[in-house]
């Protein structure tokens, strides 16, 4: 099973959430991605506020593919 590192994060004037996938980094078991996160969390939290500095709020977690698509699909709806 493939996992991604996904931030589910919030704007100051948007009620709604945004799905953020860092698709450059694919992990093949739940716990090396969290490990990746124990290990990375501050220099990943620093660079999503940089690349998305109006961000209000974030939650950074390892979600399977399956998963991942299921959430956007619910988020955005279509074939997005």
């Known amino acids: 099973m493939i996992w991604f590192l996904v931030a589910l994060v919030t ?14 980094l694919t992990f093949n078991s739940l716990t090396e991605c969290n490990r990746y996160i124990d ?16 961000i209000n709020s974030h939650v950074i977690r390892c979600i399977d593919k399956d998963t991942v698509e299921k959430m956007r699909q619910t988020l955005y709806g279509g074939d997005n």
Do not use: C, M, Q, W
């Open 11 to 24: 704007y100051t004037n948007t009620p709604t959430p945004d799905l953020k996938i860092h698709a450059g």
């Open 39 to 54: 290990k990375f969390s501050g220099p990943v939290e620093k660079d999503l506020y940089r690349i998305f500095p109006k």
